[in-house]
């Protein structure tokens, strides 16, 4: 018997309700003390189209998503064909079987229990539509789920909008469910979950991670506009920005989000916008008029399968060349990258305060499984919080005493690269503003010797900057001869397929792609076979590391828009 460890899959068409299911399921799971993540796999069209929900819940952390499915609750049978080749040996099918039961499958391993979900639903609730609530109450009776977690957050979900008749309706269809089952006689002697404890810290997106992390770190306006799968970022901060005094506009597109985001940068707020690949590519010409201007904007990039629309709701790590090179001209930016949620949370603050403390454009580089699932995240310390706002001139004094309206040397070149800054109003602290290059006083310039001391000074900032930036995250033994370099979300599955391998490689997890950091890296690599996995076709974070090492690497890519199974990641290291 398994117990306190499941991979639970529940699959139908878009509007079926699967998400919807999956997303309650990952909450009970949460509230009775297991660790959490979940896989949404959802089309872009709202109807008609397969979608699948994959929950996986462990006493210990988990980190990625499951190798194999213990349960897979198919709400029709195209569910069946597509995910039966994951289930693992002895799994269970629970088969929504209203219009006729499920007799037989390819697979002679499996468990096929057929449950009438939606006539349950209908002679109970007078509602089909609670099928759902109906799944889980099966799911309860099949492997312990704790009817007293699921009244609460039905009651959460439902008393205030919907009333308790509403309430009361959903927790007939979860009882039902769970007599349909024991009453059949059905197994429940191979999975079992049982209570571990108080809930392990908080059950979060990446993208509410993001937005809570900007919300501490200060940030008190943000525009943006919508795009999957950013707009939860937005979403959030919309709801919980004006009760602190910020500002959330929705912009009319992306070229607005960003330089509205300038704006109130250079107006002394600290700023941000979010989007994806298409989103980036309008916002590509405001970004280098932040680092011309040398405001502090947080850009968030929630990377999507491109290129083009390409597929909205589906992962991919394609955007790190368009977040490290993208824009006409040179000019600096950083670019973080975090590995889960909690990751997303610190990361964010440290976005907000390299941003201010260098003035220039940060980029928060997020894959769409990081933004957009479900992890448990054990701590969200406030502690972290420390602002840091540079070299942020008093906005209440006089720079010039002598001379309050004189014009402030904004764009002075210094040792660091990094000048003073005033906000509009401060005495003595006038400035021109303009994307043209120009002088330390912001006036248009394109004398030689001019140009040559503006771009050294702004470039200046990275090398200022390096000892200030996440440095690489080293999992494992060093000493082993292979060495797996990863960034993002691929770090989870990455680290369970170094424990699957038994410590046949170690992990090096990239936590800044620009600038990159070499010199720890050759200290890593030096006489190891070099691994790097991505989601992506060409290996992009490849092609950085080769450069920057001057050799060759082995690639590990994925790009059909699905994460890495560590078990993918296990064969590619040791085949």
């Known amino acids: 018997m398994k117990v306190n460890d499941i991979a639970v899959r529940i699959g139908g068409q878009a509007g079926d309700g699967a998400l919807t299911t999956g997303d309650t399921l990952a909450l009970v799971l949460h509230r009775m003390g297991l660790y959490v993540i979940t896989f949404k796999d959802f089309p872009s069209q709202i109807r008609g189209i397969h979608t699948n929900y994959t929950i996986r819940a462990s006493a210990k952390p988990v980190q990625a998503r499951p190798d194999t499915l213990d349960v897979l609750m198919a709400f029709d049978h195209d569910s069946i064909e597509r995910h039966l080749h994951e289930m693992a040996p002895g799994g269970y099918i629970i088969y929504e079987s209203s219009r006729g039961e499920l007799k037989e499958i390819p697979r002679d391993d499996l468990v096929v229990i057929n449950v009438p979900l939606r006539k349950i639903a209908q002679e109970v609730a007078g509602r089909e539509v609670m099928k759902n609530t109906v799944a889980l109450g099966v799911l309860a009776a099949f492997t312990g789920l704790d009817r007293q977690v699921m009244e609460d957050i039905l009651k959460e979900r439902f008393l205030k909008r919907k009333g308790m008749a509403v309430v009361e309706a959903n ?57 999957t799968p950013a707009s939860e970022i937005m979403e959030w901060l919309a709801k919980f920005l004006p009760k602190y005094n910020g500002v959330v506009v929705q912009a009319e597109d992306e070229i607005a989000s960003i330089n509205l985001a300038a704006g109130a940068a250079l107006a002394g707020a600290r700023a941000m916008t979010a989007t994806s690949g298409p989103g980036l590519s309008l916002m590509t010409e405001g970004l280098g008029y932040i680092a011309t201007i040398e405001a502090p904007v947080v850009l968030v990039n929630t990377t999507r399968s491109g290129p083009s629309t ?62 957009q699932n479900k992890y448990t995240v054990p701590d969200l310390p406030r502690e972290a ?112 397929a170094m424990e699957q391998a038994d410590g046949a490689f170690f992990v090096v997890q990239v936590r800044t792609l620009w600038p990159f950091d070499v010199n720890d890296l050759k200290a890593y690599t030096e ?49």
């Open 171 to 227: 927790l007939k269809a979860f009882d039902a469910g769970y007599d349909f089952y024991q009453q059949a006689g059905l197994p429940t002697d191979h999975l079992k979950l049982q209570r571990n404890g108080e809930p392990k810290g908080y059950l979060m997106i990446g993208n509410e991670a993001i937005a809570f992390g900007a919300l501490v770190a200060g940030c008190r306006f943000y525009a943006g506009y919508p795009i």
């Open 385 to 496: 919080a420390q602002v840091r706002r540079g070299e942020l001139l008093d906005p209440t004094k006089s720079v010039n005493p002598d001379d309050p309206e004189a014009t402030f040397p904004r764009y002075r070149v210094t040792e660091s690269g990094v000048s003073p800054r005033t906000i509009p109003g401060t005495p003595g602290g006038i400035h021109w503003v303009t994307g043209l290059e120009h002088t330390e006083y912001g006036h248009v310039s394109t004398y030689a010797k001019n140009r040559v001391e503006q771009m050294n000074k702004r470039f200046r900032k990275l090398e200022t900057a390096r000892p200030r930036l996440p440095k690489p995250v080293v999992y494992g033994d060093p000493k082993a001869e292979r060495v797996l370099i990863v960034t993002g979300s691929t770090t989870g599955p990455a680290l369970e």
């Open 310 to 371: 390409g597929m909205p709701t589906k992962t991919e790590q394609s955007d790190i060349f368009h977040s490290v090179f993208g824009g006409h001209g040179d000019f600096p930016r950083i670019v973080l990258s975090p590995k889960d949620a909690q990751e997303a949370y610190l990361l964010t603050i440290e976005a907000f305060n390299l941003a201010e403390e260098f003035q220039l454009p940060v980029i928060f580089f997020v894959d769409q499984f990081l933004a």
């Open 527 to 575: 006489n190891k076979a070099v691994y790097v996995a991505e989601v992506d076709y060409q290996g992009q974070l490849a092609f950085l590391v080769e450069h920057h090492l001057g050799r060759k690497v082995h690639r590990v890519v994925k790009y059909n828009g699905r994460p890495f199974r560590p078990s993918e990641i296990k064969e590619a290291l040791l085949s």
